[in-house]
């Protein structure tokens, strides 16, 4: 991309307002493709190029028609749509015959499905046998089983509108990953590095996913395959796209320097830090220990040693001792009081009498 793309895309939120969008109604049509995107500089952002919204707002129809491409209606919009009960739009719901294409939780922690009113009036179109009468025996066997398709459903949609928009191989593979729980993906995904790779690729939860631990809990087990068939389904294709992801580009191993952690490589393969060498000595010599260093620049004196691990030891000069007077260096006769000078200077003006010893 270049810079001068890059200067002219919008921000989320001032491409809503431009759009004439509430901002869940703008992500929906994002994520519909009804609005195209290009990612930000240097991995940020993703915005909206300005001429994208000069060709949405030039279309006929502007702003009603993007608006009704987007519009969602709950379970019992959407029966009143199609002229049906509530209770029998949602039995037809959970065989399948409707599709969510989102959902939100209310205050009780449960799952509200939303359907685009215009796939309502499709799919009653469609089945308008459906709609009067007796539910058929096969479907009331389905949901005497306990079966409900919508979760199901909606995983595949969102599955297919983010393969359609991943840019490469490995992006691909990381949106089927983002459906595995862990379980199946380590089995599915054996290499420590591959998976560490698609975690980096996994795309974001959808808008609106809860952040309270309660009901994320709840919404994170609706974004995971469920069932035998979905599963062996998933990982077949994730099992597929990793093969043609591996043969484009390899995931990096331990003989090259994949890009995890916060240093590059992850913690097990990133080589310990040496130790630098002691103050005052040439990368690759032999240390010198300090007092030898002392001895040899002062013949005449005899540098005290100090235990090893101190200040000294290392070759560093210890701080003075504040209101201590720092002691003099011991001569080759001994250690020489501070105050010998002065006596002597007294004692040859008569004055002071000079000590012996």
């Known amino acids: 991309m270049t810079a001068e793309r890059v200067a002219h895309t919008v921000?989320?939120?001032?491409?809503?307002?431009?759009?004439?969008?509430?901002?869940?109604?703008?992500?929906?049509?994002?994520?519909?493709?009804?609005?195209?995107?290009?990612?930000?500089p240097a991995g940020g952002r993703p915005g909206v190029p300005q001429e994208e919204l000069d060709r949405l707002r030039a279309e006929p129809g502007f702003p009603?028609?993007?608006?009704?491409?987007?519009?969602?209606?709950?379970?019992?919009?959407?029966?009143?749509?199609?002229?049906?009960?509530?209770?029998?739009?949602?039995?037809?719901?959970?065989?399948?015959?409707?599709t969510p294409?989102?959902?939100?939780?209310?205050?009780?922690?449960?799952?509200?499905?939303?359907?685009?009113?215009?796939?309502?009036?499709?799919?009653?179109?469609?089945?308008?046998?459906?709609?009067?009468?007796?539910?058929?025996?096969?479907?009331?066997?389905?949901?005497?089983?306990?079966?409900?398709?919508?979760?199901?459903?909606?995983r595949a949609r969102r599955r297919g509108l983010l393969l359609r928009r991943a840019p490469g191989a490995w992006e691909g593979a990381a949106v089927l990953a983002s459906f595995l729980d862990p379980l199946h993906l380590d089995e599915t995904v054996p290499d420590p590095y591959e998976r560490a790779r698609l975690e980096r690729l996994r795309p974001a939860p959808p808008h609106g996913h809860p952040e309270s631990p309660a009901a994320r809990a709840v919404a994170d087990r609706l974004l995971v395959a469920d069932g035998p068939d979905e599963l062996a389904e998933l990982r077949t294709e994730l099992a597929e796209a990793l093969r043609t992801a591996r043969a484009q580009h390899p995931a990096s191993g331990p003989g090259a320097a994949p890009a995890v952690g916060a240093e590059g490589t992850p913690a097990q393969a990133r080589p310990r830090a040496q130790a630098a060498p002691a103050t005052g000595t040439r990368p690759g010599a032999d240390a010198v220990p300090a007092d030898t260093v002392a001895a040899a620049a002062h013949p005449g004196r005899t540098a005290a040693r100090e235990p090893a691990g101190t200040a000294k030891a290392a070759g560093r000069v210890p701080r003075r001792a504040c209101g201590r007077r720092a002691e003099a260096p011991p001569g080759p006769t001994g250690p020489r009081r501070l105050g010998a000078p002065r006596t002597a200077f007294l004692a040859r003006l008569g004055l002071r009498r000079p000590r012996v010893g």
Do not use: K, M
Request: proline share 3%; no cysteine.
């Open 11 to 40: 921000a989320y939120g001032r491409a809503a307002q431009e759009l004439a969008l509430r901002r869940s109604e703008f992500d929906l049509a994002v994520h519909l493709g009804h609005v195209r995107i290009v990612p930000g």
């Open 64 to 98: 009603e028609g993007l608006r009704d491409r987007v519009r969602t209606v709950g379970t019992a919009q959407a029966a009143e749509l199609v002229g049906i009960t509530a209770d029998r739009f949602t039995r037809l719901a959970r065989t399948g015959h409707f």
């Open 101 to 154: 294409v989102a959902y939100y939780l209310n205050r009780y922690r449960a799952v509200v499905w939303l359907y685009l009113a215009r796939e309502v009036l499709d799919a009653a179109a469609r089945h308008p046998g459906l709609l009067t009468g007796r539910v058929p025996a096969d479907l009331r066997d389905r949901l005497q089983a306990g079966e409900d398709a919508r979760p199901r459903a909606w």
